[in-house]
């Protein structure tokens, strides 16, 4: 029989370290703005948030970890922001009556002081005239970063929270703007007898299918939880415990979600993100120096603890999302974000359970042994790059 070679055996390592490096530092390729929307009878006005992280991605820059471009110097981030004019423009699409409106900024407001990238934000006042009697809805979309790849194959997803109102009018509805979906917002200079029953009727529906896909993406795009999740069904011999063990993470992750969307409990990104990586890094070897555990209960209690630790990082790509909503709407979202984040794990576990499956069927044993202990060594050097990357962001670029 064949044996592999001390270089061919180590080449997965070596496979896997080159993978990540090749990456960002960032398991989330997210950008989340916002923007307040006002309807006037002859103009549309828009007061947008722009973080300064999309501002220096779309110069030209790159964007390093947390922190390390919020002590850029402050002169250099203004004059990328006045450039920024033209992009914004370019980028954000305002239709009304099947034609595309021309807008113009009318202003830019620096941030007070500078912290961290996606953090600090400059505010763009822009006006967009109508012509004729004002609309019933106006169509928004962006393309924000569009041409910019966060990495290979993958590009950024920049959102914007918007607040809309009628000018003159006190009632304001929240809509999540993201990347290349249209929205048409309504801009209540119709009839309200003929626009509240139809708005009341929709504002569900649209706020559980908007976060629902902000859900989904937050978790396909992450790839620190997917390494996770797929340590965890890589050990796993039956269906029913990989139901087991995925089942103590959802509890989990979703408890601590719902406690730091209501405020409850929340711990710094100081700590949740290490321990993310951390928890990788663990699954990953347990699965090779101590397999026996990964089919006992040890290992859904480890599902279940580390599981809590990733519901407060989910938490992050949903707080800003859902600011300005009110509170029917905040559980219509975390019930929809939650269900999305699971159909976004599924999406990799369920094929990458069945892939072992069959492997296990037709190779037996050997397969079995060979896809645990490879694949866990590629996902266990990821995740002490992640690791790594995480500890000097927060301790060392602060």
Known sequence: MLRPQPAMRFSPFLLSL???????????????NSMWVVFAEDRV?????????????????????????AKYEAEAVSVAAEKHREYLLRNLHVTAGGRELTGVVT?????????????????????YPLAGPPPAGVTFRHDMLHEFPYAPGQAWDVSYVARVKRAGSEEVSSWLLRQNQASELPTGWTSAAVTAPATASSQGWRTFREYLQHGMWHILTGYDHLLFVSALVLATLSFWEMVKVIAAFTAAHTLTLALSVFDIFRL?????????????????????FAPRRAHSRIRLAIAFG??????????????????????????????????????????????????????????????QRAAVRYGSGVISVCGVYYLFVSVHEQFFLR
């Open 268 to 288: 710094p990104a100081s700590i949740v993100e290490p321990v993310i990586a951390l928890s990788i890094v663990f699954v990953a070897l347990e699965n090779v």
């Open 45 to 69: 006005r828009v007061a947008a948030n722009v973080s300064v992280k999309e501002i220096l991605v779309a110069s030209g820059r790159e964007v390093g970890a947390e922190g390390e471009d």
């Open 306 to 367: 580390f599981g809590l630790i990733h519901g407060l990082g989910f938490a992050g790509g949903l707080l800003e999302a859902m600011e300005g909503l009110p509170a029917l709407g905040i559980w219509i979202a975390l019930a929809a974000f939650s269900l999305g984040v699971e159909i976004g794990h599924q999406v990799v576990v369920l094929p990458l359970f069945g892939l072992l499956a069959l492997g296990r069927r037709g190779l037996r044993e050997g397969f």
């Open 107 to 127: 202003g830019v407001t620096p941030p007070i002081a500078f912290t961290s990238g996606d953090k600090t934000f400059f505010q763009f006042e822009l006006e």
């Open 18 to 32: 080159l993978v990540c490096l090749a990456g960002p530092a960032f398991g989330h390729p997210f950008v989340q």
